[in-house]
T-cell receptor, first 111, second 116 residues
Framework: DAKTTQPPSMDCAEGRAANLPCNHSTISGNEYVYWYRQIHSQGPQYIIHGLKNNETNEMASLIITEDRKSSTLILPHATLRDTAVYYCIVRFYSGNTPLVFGKGTRLSVIA | GAGVSQSPRYKVAKRGQDVALRCDPISGHVSLFWYQQALGQGPEFLTYFQNEAQLDKSGLPSDRFFAERPEGSVSTLKIQRTQQEDSAVYLC??????????????FGEGSRLTVL
């Protein structure tokens, strides 16, 4: 699976959009981009995934660049409860290989 | 329950003791994963089950670590002769499908092991 690079930490004001970047320049054509987050003292939680089209669900939007070498997770109106570590993971959609977590981005939402 | 349940939530062991950590996955979920998370780090893969078959144990750090899922539902991670470096949060995750489809992983809250 391709490697990802994320900033170690970010701050965001409550109510504003949080834009979390991820670089995955070695992604292959059939690898998906997954985002999980981990709130303190909880297990990771799935947020969203995508291949090449932008995706949106009730939690977030995922914007993938046309060359697929980077992506951005957008939380449109961040709340204090969105404070967490966000993990960007690239992997194939099928197969038994496990999710490989990096260190992620620690997002702090500030009142 | 609706989610992945792990017990105990907290375990303190003296060095050299054996510990057993339990995971109850979401009912009907085929795939089950164990991860280890050290303080300040992301989760690291330990082992994977598809039903009762342990298909991947490449992440187990030593032969002191053993996992089983005998009936394809509940799983137990056992650590023998615990060492201080085993102190971590042990996370269990389950997934509805088997190897063909990745799908979403559902994680439990973890079992925090502290070895003194």
């Amino acid at each position: 699976d391709a490697k990802t690079t994320q900033p170690p930490s970010m701050d965001c004001a409550e109510g504003r959009a949080a834009n979390l970047p991820c670089n995955h320049s070695t992604i292959s054509g059939n690898e998906y981009v997954y985002w999980y987050r981990q709130i303190h003292s909880q297990g990771p939680q799935y947020i969203i995934h995508g291949l090449k089209n932008n995706e949106t669900n009730e939690m977030a939007s995922l914007i993938i660049t046309e060359d697929r070498k980077s992506s951005t997770l957008i939380l449109p109106h961040a709340t204090l409860r969105d404070t967490a570590v966000y993990y960007c993971i690239v992997r194939f959609y099928s197969g038994n290989t496990p999710l490989v977590f990096g260190k992620g981005t620690r997002l702090s939402v500030i009142a | 329950g609706a989610g992945v349940s792990q017990s105990p939530r907290y375990k303190v062991a003296k060095r050299g003791q054996d510990v057993a950590l339990r995971c109850d996955p979401i009912s009907g979920h085929v795939s089950l994963f164990w991860y280890q998370q050290a303080l300040g780090q992301g989760p690291e893969f330990l082992t994977y089950f598809q039903n009762e078959a342990q298909l991947d144990k490449s992440g187990l750090p030593s032969d002191r670590f053993f996992a089983e899922r005998p009936e394809g539902s509940v799983s137990t991670l056992k650590i023998q002769r615990t060492q201080q470096e085993d102190s971590a949060v042990y996370l269990c995750a389950s997934r509805a499908g088997g190897g063909g489809i990745t799908g979403e992983l559902f994680f439990g809250e973890g079992s925090r092991l502290t070895v003194l």
